[in-house]
């Protein structure tokens, strides 16, 4: 099969491409604009593979995506090109509308287009697989799960460009048969994901010494999985989904923020038993809560599981284990990524808060 992976440079996608070169015979082309999130020594495992391409290109950029898409000929494309940081997002919706909902509907318009010049049997095999977020369904409280029904609800500019990106996929369903299955995930967590996120920027902070920032009273429940199962599960849903059909993936690993934090910093007192900045709790910091931000999420998974057959082999403590190894093994990736524009820096207070912070600073 040849593959088009949109975003493939990012977290979940270069996890996605890494497993399919090694552990099956696809083709894959790797189409990412490679942003601040994209990475390509992320993709270094696999990038001499013959069976391994790479794009640079803008998934708004329609001419571009075309004489792509024309050139590899995919049998199918997997959609996770995206921004994905919720806090970038409410400090600068801009990108998530261009790149969010602008570049999916360019990308559908090119798909499509694709698709109709395909004969008979090429467009019955076809898939057009989005890769989407739980946090479109918004916040939920104390209990319930979030099922494929459930209704629509998002809070911030990111999941609302998710959304608006996930019914875009729908109506090329259903209005011109595209052949389109989509996938709503839990929070993913693993190697080579950009210390903007939770889990390695308390890792990283933790082995510089740095404050360890948890939002309001790390309250905020999250449902968090393993990248790799995340990645088995976008790969089978590709293969034997429903057309028109979503599936929720998750990992049944509910932690609040706290107790995520609290875990690393006791397998960090464990892994570094002689690290001055022994016990890691002792840099717990908490910060200003994130504007707007969604108390709980949580998947119920029952339908990949019972239709087919998946379910993460990590638990959230294998999980964590093997992520922090990772990041302590791996210390010139991240150094790389360090050495850039972002140096783990708080985002996502409202602006006028953060340049009065700025200021702060720079007195
Ligand atoms: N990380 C999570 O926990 C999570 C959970 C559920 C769903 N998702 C979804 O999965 C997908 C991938 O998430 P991720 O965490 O790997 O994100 P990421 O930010 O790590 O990677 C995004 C990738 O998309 C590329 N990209 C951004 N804008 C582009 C554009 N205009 N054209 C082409 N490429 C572009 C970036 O260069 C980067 O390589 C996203 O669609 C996200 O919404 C993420």
Redesign the pocket.
């Given at each position: 099969m040849k593959l088009i992976i949109?975003?493939?440079?990012?977290?979940?996608?270069?996890?996605v491409i890494r497993y399919l070169i090694k552990a099956t015979q696809t083709t894959v082309l790797c189409?990412?604009?490679?942003?601040?999130?994209?990475?390509l020594d992320s993709l270094k495992p696999v990038s001499n593979n013959p069976r391994y391409h790479f794009a640079q290109?803008?998934?708004?950029?329609g001419p571009a995506l075309e004489q792509v898409v024309a050139e590899f000929r995919p049998d199918a494309i997997m959609?996770?090109?995206?921004?994905?940081?919720v806090d970038r997002s409410i400090d600068g919706p801009a990108?998530f509308i261009?790149?969010?909902i602008v570049?999916t509907y360019t990308l559908l318009e090119t798909v499509r287009s694709y698709w109709q010049s395909l004969d008979s049997e090429q467009k019955t095999a076809f898939r057009f697989h989005h890769?989407?977020?739980?946090?479109v369904y918004g916040s939920l409280g104390k209990t319930g799960f979030f099922l494929e029904s459930t209704p629509y609800q998002p809070n911030s500019p990111?999941s609302a460009s998710?959304a608006a990106?996930d019914h875009l996929v729908r109506a090329w369903h259903h209005t011109y048969k595209l052949p389109v299955v989509t996938?709503?995930?839990?929070?993913?967590?693993g190697p080579y994901?950009?210390p903007e996120?939770l889990i390695p920027l308390i890792i990283l902070n933790a082995l510089e010494g740095k404050p360890l920032p948890v939002y309001g009273q790390g309250e905020n429940v999250r449902d968090w999985?393993y990248?790799d199962d995340?990645a088995r599960a976008l790969c089978l849903v590709l293969e034997l989904g429903k057309l028109g059909e979503t599936y929720n993936?998750g990992g049944h690993n509910e932690k609040t923020n706290l107790e995520v934090v609290q875990t690393l910093c006791s397998i960090l007192d464990e892994r570094l038993p002689t690290s001055k900045h022994k016990p890691h709790h002792q840099l717990i910091s908490f910060v200003t809560d994130r504007p707007g931000h969604d108390l709980r999420y949580a998947i119920d998974a029952s339908k990949i599981e019972k239709t087919l057959g998946w379910k993460p082999q990590e638990t959230f403590e294998t999980g964590l284990h093997k992520t922090v190894q990772w990041y302590l093994d791996n210390q010139n990736w991240w150094q790389r990524v360090r050495d850039g524009s972002y140096q783990g820096e708080r985002l996502g207070l409202l602006c006028a808060t953060r340049s009065v912070q700025n200021a702060i600073k720079r007195m």
């Open positions: 949109t975003g493939g440079a990012g977290f979940i996608g270069s996890a189409l990412d604009k490679l942003t601040y999130a994209g990475n290109v803008d998934i708004c950029d959609h996770l090109a995206a921004e994905s940081h990108e261009n790149t969010n570049g890769v989407s977020t739980d946090e990111y998710k990106s996938t709503n995930c839990s929070n993913n967590y994901q950009f996120k999985l990248v995340h993936i």
